[in-house]
């Protein structure tokens, strides 16, 4: 099972290749091709039997633009069984830059209960955000260190910046660009596009 924290995803890969002065798609995946591309490099004979992915939801009344686009987004995302989108709506407190608030909490909490409710046999955690170690520290504690992987771009110079349980040896699958290519999703969704 691959939990991907889809905004720190996103910055990170325009971090990590030198997209930050790029048009907005760049940085965007396509959670089902993630996660079989986790799978060939080390799931194995294991099945991928879900890609959650966890976003922020803009405000309809707010931000419909926003709104539309991260819609149109989820609904490709939804079209296949094995993609799981979970939102929670962004916080307004400062109008003019919304923050993402509970996502690495509902990524937390999901990763241990799926863990000990026995739904995966090796969760791959797809993020930087270090708020995210004591779920990792908490699952190699209960189910062992195979139970836990975790993913990040690989910058063509520099360190990768993955998370890291002390003590426990946990499998890495670094992404390089090449590998980003690969799951990129190059769809402009603010662009409202007609049904014929």
Same mark, same amino acid.
């Given at each position: ?10 910055? &990170? =890969?325009? %971090? ?32 991928? *039997?879900? !890609?959650?992915i966890y976003r922020g939801m803009p405000s309809s009344t707010r931000d419909p633009k926003g709104y539309g686009a991260a819609d149109r987004q989820i609904a490709l995302w939804s079209q296949t069984g094995r993609v799981n989108p979970?939102? %929670? #709506? ?13 996502? /690495?909490? &509902? $990524?937390?909490?999901?990763?241990? %209960?799926? =863990? $000990? ?9 797809? @993020?930087? /955000?270090?708020?995210? !170690? #004591?779920?990792?520290?908490?699952? +190699?504690?209960?189910?062992? #260190? *195979?139970? +836990?992987?975790?993913? =990040?771009?690989?910058? #063509?110079?520099? @360190? ?5 349980? &002390?003590? &426990? ?20 969704? @603010?662009?409202?596009?007609? %049904?014929?």
């Amino acid at each position: 099972m691959v939990f991907v924290d889809y905004q720190n995803v996103y910055r &990170q =890969a325009r %971090r990590a290749f030198g997209l930050d002065s790029e048009h907005h798609v760049h940085g965007q995946i396509l959670p089902l091709r993630l996660g079989l591309l986790l799978k060939n490099m080390g799931l194995g004979d294991r099945d991928l *039997t879900e !890609v959650r992915i966890y976003r922020g939801m803009p405000s309809s009344t707010r931000d419909p633009k926003g709104y539309g686009a991260a819609d149109r987004q989820i609904a490709l995302w939804s079209q296949t069984g094995r993609v799981n989108p979970i939102t %929670r #709506p962004l916080n307004y407190r400062q109008p003019d830059a919304p923050k993402e608030k509970g996502i /690495d909490v &509902q $990524i937390a909490v999901d990763f241990v %209960r799926l =863990a $000990i409710e026995g739904k995966y046999d090796a969760g791959v955690l797809f @993020s930087a /955000d270090t708020d995210l !170690v #004591p779920a990792l520290e908490a699952v +190699c504690e209960l189910k062992g #260190p *195979t139970a +836990c992987e975790v993913a =990040a771009w690989a910058p #063509p110079t520099g @360190s990768p910046h993955i998370l890291r349980v &002390q003590g &426990q040896r946990l499998r890495y699958h670094y992404l390089d660009r090449t590998r980003y290519e690969h799951v990129h999703d190059s769809t402009d969704y @603010s662009v409202r596009r007609r %049904r014929r």
